[in-house]
């Protein structure tokens, strides 16, 4: 089992939809947790970046952390063809080197 | 640009060749991470420096992979005698420490024919 699930779609939404992406993870420990957007044959680029239990918004994206049901979320308001892309979720533990575990990648598409 | 770069942008080499790869990061960064990407996977951590030491190193850096951060400025990792199984994307990233967000580059594509 890996340490960070997430569905890898794809999802096909029509465009001004609400999207939610979600990942579940089995280490406890984690505190720092992302989402970052990655078009085809590019670099991931953040999006969220959030600690411990709680909401986040910024613009048209609110993510959310459920440390108690080991479960977070993006959402994606009035989604644009421009969102199609794949979105990482990727988390980490305090202290220690920082380094990110990722689940698969979401896979999205937004069509008009 | 005064985001992280990485070069060459692909790289395409026969089974059994040497390569290397350079990353530069975000000039104020301390701290520079390597993962590997394969398709319909996310990174997977396979190294990571603070200035110029090497902190940590994952069970996928193969004694074929090394990795040098010899000014704590930018990074190389080398692939000695490249396999197929070696061809995937391999991304740079770095952040300042503690803590901070972690950015990407646009990453090299590696293809082992």
């Known amino acids: 089992q890996k340490e960070v699930e997430q569905d890898p779609g794809p999802l096909s939404v029509p465009e001004g939809a609400i999207v939610s992406l979600n990942c579940t993870y089995s280490?406890?420990?984690?505190?720092?947790f992302m989402w970052y957007r990655q078009y085809s044959r590019k670099g991931p680029e953040l999006l969220m970046y959030?600690?411990?239990?709680g909401n986040k918004e910024d613009g048209r994206f609110t993510a959310q952390v459920d440390k108690s049901s080991k479960y977070i979320s993006l959402f994606i308001r009035d989604s644009q063809p421009s969102d199609s892309a794949t979105y990482l979720c990727?988390?980490?533990?305090?202290?220690?080197?920082?380094?990110?575990?990722f689940g698969t990648g979401t896979q999205l598409k937004v069509e008009l | 640009d005064t985001g992280v770069s990485q070069d060459p942008r692909h790289k395409i080499t026969k089974r059994g060749q040497n390569v290397t790869f350079r990353c530069d990061p975000i000039s104020e960064h301390n701290r520079l991470y390597w993962y590997r990407q394969t398709l319909g996977q996310g990174p997977e951590f396979l190294t990571y420096f603070q200035n110029e030491a090497q902190l940590e190193k994952s069970r996928l850096l193969s004694d074929r992979f090394s990795a040098e951060r010899p000014k704590g400025s930018f990074s190389t990792l080398e692939i000695q005698r490249t396999e197929q199984g070696d061809s995937a994307m391999y991304l740079c990233?770095?952040?300042?420490?503690?803590?901070?967000?972690?950015?990407f580059g646009p990453g090299t594509r590696l293809t082992v024919l």
């Open positions: 990727a988390m980490r533990l305090t202290g220690g080197g920082n380094k990110l575990t």
């Open positions: 959030t600690y411990s239990s």
């Open positions: 990233a770095s952040d300042a420490s503690p803590g901070g967000e972690q950015f």
């Open positions: 280490n406890s420990a984690f505190q720092y």
